[in-house]
């Protein structure tokens, strides 16, 4: 049940949060240098939001995610939850009892719906698990529960003792999302959840996650690639590049007027359902620059069409441009960007 | 004339499966021509059969799949030393032998393919200028350095950066699109009449797939070749292809030209599919509600089952009563170039 909601204050608070793997090399293991693949990522989620977080593989959108609900230890930084028994709390901070009751409220789903679920657990049992758990039901009242799960998620509660096997990829998203959404959690990472999926599967689950959302006043962090479903679903959106924020703007803003060429890049590579000609298309160079070893400066500027001699040399600030719009470039307030759509 | 000019033309093929539990009609009476040095695309969901008809013209289906009927005809030119003109001559795929010498001297040579995942179409143990030199003395009289030399010029025209280098390197060393280009090249280097691209952007990230596409759509300029182009993203067959069919469970049931096909299609189920996807000008132009997603209600029915009338029945949301369930609708040409499987516009 959606419980009284504070609009104004963020649900979930990311500062500068850091997340380095340590490159081990030899007979000694010896630390030779460290992948960052999480570089200093600071935003918030307020609320019933949901905040999409795009960009390429390897740029750190996932591990951002896991090290967010501690699912890997972060390096650095600090994760404030407003956890509805707790209070504010620094996940990075919490032990292990409090970290479960934490877990109750920061759920995940996760991309692949054919390795996220045990081939050799029924139904009842994964999405019976969490409640299992964390103590919240047994016996008839657990069975009730996934029950009453399932056929919110849109499976017959007959199916409960079923394998996953005999349920395709859609349906395998279901069961993952009934898992997540069993302790009735106030916020969920959910990433990927779509990319395995065909586009009529695709519509259907995200269809489910909106209505849920509001059923349940849950509040996403979505993570994709897609920035169609990116769009679609998300009421802000940020960009990563080598494990950075390089933009952040309210969904409609950041799709007509972008502001850092990466994005701009990004919005122009999608391939569009519409076969008229358009005007031009920006082709980046290059690649993805390596998180172990990236460039001086701003990390895009090997790759970027709008490259000037101060941006090999100094990194720039993320800086709030307009209200709600922040931007990771030197040039953000003199470049005039086309975005995904003209009106 | 010989650019309209068909180069494969698929009849009435049926690929089957026969499993223990039953049947699959991966294809079933699948009609298509591909013209030469055009681009045809075929989308559709997972399990519509795609890219089991591209493995059946390549005759790599594998077991117990069976081609169970249907002609693949391939207009091959045999080019004459004495005569500056070339000959055409017919041969059907489907009747050769998978693995007899007919057919492997055409597959990847005249006709070859690119698949999905570049890592597993690479040998991991093997250097990249190996594998792709092995693909040139297989089919060219040439020997190892010529073939090298071969090899080194076609990764420069698939723009890897150092080709000579890249020959040497082992494709663990190469990133994800670096890959691709050297399966690209690998495909590319006997000078196929027809490239089979199955979903080659799809393991990629976009900005590495826009500069794929980009890339093999250059190449085909530049070769000449025809390319049959599989995926299930309609923004990408929105760019590359010529010509489109919409494949529903082993079945074609839309073929147009790639503007008709997102301007005005006519089958329920390609209508369906095109609402199905979000538009960005849709997000961008929302105002406080957001629209929903228009889905197609239920799912791809299990391939064992043999449905009566047309497959698309059971979820069409325009469906005719007593008639979409128990015949199968014909083809009909409601336009030149434009055929629908679909009863709403056979002729009385």
Redesign the interface.
């Known amino acids: 049940m959606p419980e009284p909601t504070h609009q104004d204050e963020p649900l979930l608070e990311v500062k500068d949060l850091v997340k380095h793997f340590p490159i081990r090399r030899g007979f000694l293991k010896r630390v030779v240098g460290y992948v960052r693949a999480v570089d200093g990522v600071s935003f918030h989620v307020m609320e019933g939001e949901t905040l999409g977080l795009v960009g390429e593989s390897g740029c750190g959108k996932t591990t951002a995610g896991r090290s967010i609900l501690r699912a890997i230890p972060p390096t650095s930084g600090e994760v404030w939850f407003r956890d509805p028994v707790l209070g504010p709390v620094d996940v990075t901070k919490l032990d292990r009892e409090q970290l479960r009751q934490v877990w109750r409220n920061m759920r995940v789903i996760f991309q692949d719906p054919y390795a996220s679920l045990s081939p050799r657990m029924t139904l009842l049992d994964i999405v019976g698990a969490p409640l299992r758990a964390m103590g919240l039901a047994t016996g008839k009242e657990l069975e009730d529960r996934v029950a009453e799960m399932l056929q919110l998620v849109g499976l017959r509660p007959e199916y409960m003792r079923r394998y996953p096997h005999a349920f395709s990829g859609g349906q395998r998203q279901r069961i993952g999302l009934a898992r997540a959404l069993a302790p009735n959690p106030k916020f969920v990472i959910c990433d990927e959840p779509v990319s395995a999926l065909d586009v009529s599967v695709q519509a259907q689950i995200l269809n489910l996650l909106e209505d849920l959302q509001e059923k349940m006043g849950l509040t996403y962090l979505f993570v994709a690639h897609d920035l169609s479903v990116v769009a679609h679903i998300s009421d802000r959106v940020a960009v990563m590049y080598v494990g950075k924020i390089v933009e952040m703007a309210p969904t409609a803003e950041l799709f007509l007027s972008p502001r850092h060429p990466y994005t701009e890049a990004l919005m122009s590579a999608i391939p569009r359902p519409d076969p008229r000609p358009r005007e031009k298309r920006i082709l980046l160079k290059g690649e993805v620059a390596n998180p172990a070893n990236p460039p001086s400066g701003c990390y895009f500027h090997p790759r970027c069409a709008y490259v000037q001699d101060i941006c090999a040399k100094e990194e720039p600030p993320l800086e709030e441009i307009s209200p709600g719009h922040w931007v990771k470039c030197h040039l953000a307030r003199e470049l005039r960007l086309t975005g995904a759509v003209q009106l | 004339m010989l650019g309209n000019s068909a180069l494969v033309e698929i009849k009435n093929l049926r690929t089957y499966f026969h499993l223990p539990e039953g049947t699959v009609r991966a294809v079933d009476g699948v009609d298509l021509t591909i013209r030469r040095g055009r681009t045809l695309g075929i989308v559709g ?2 399990g519509c059969g795609k890219s089991v008809t591209a493995l059946s013209l390549l005759r790599l289906v594998p077991s117990p799949g069976r081609i169970e009927g249907g002609e693949i005809l391939f207009y091959r030119t045999v080019e004459e030393a004495s005569a500056s003109s070339a000959l055409t001559d017919v041969i059907d795929l489907a009747r050769l032998e998978p693995n007899g010498r007919e057919m492997r001297s055409i597959r990847g040579n005249q006709i070859s393919m690119v698949f999905q995942e570049p890592m597993s179409a690479l040998i991991p143990v093997r250097t990249v200028g190996s594998q792709i030199t092995e693909v040139i003395t297989l089919h060219q009289k040439v020997s190892e350095a010529e073939a090298r030399e071969i090899a080194a010029d076609m990764l420069a025209r698939v723009r890897l950066p150092k080709p000579r280098q890249a020959l040497d390197d082992y494709p663990f060393q190469l ?4 890959r691709q280009r050297a399966v690209i090249a690998m495909a590319l280097c006997c000078r196929p009449k027809l490239l089979i691209a199955d979903e080659p952007t799809t393991a990629l ?7 794929i ?2 890339l093999m759509r250059e190449l085909q300029k530049e070769f000449g070749m025809a390319i049959m182009y599989i995926t ?8 590359m292809a010529e010509t489109v069919a919409v494949m529903y469970l082993g079945k074609v049931v839309e073929l147009t030209d ?2 008709t ?3 005005s299609p006519l089958h329920p189920y390609t209508r ?3 609402r ?11 105002g406080t509600k ?1 629209p ?5 209600e239920g ?2 029915p299990d391939p064992y089952s043999v449905l009566p009338g047309c497959t698309f029945h059971p979820r069409c949301p325009e469906r005719l009563p007593d008639l979409c369930d128990r015949v199968e609708p014909g083809v009909s040409e409601v336009a030149p170039g434009h055929s629908v499987k679909c009863h709403l516009y056979s002729s009385p």
Do not use: C, W, Y
Request: glycine letters at 6%; charged letters at 20%; a negative charge.
């Open positions: 969901e997972s990133s994800g699109g670096m990230d976009v900005t590495t797939e826009a500069q596409l980009d299930h993203n309609l923004g990408v067959i929105a760019e790639v503007k096909l997102f301007m369906a599919l095109l199905s996807i979000p538009q960005l000008t849709d997000a961008v132009a929302r957001k929903r997603l228009q889905t197609i799912m791809v």
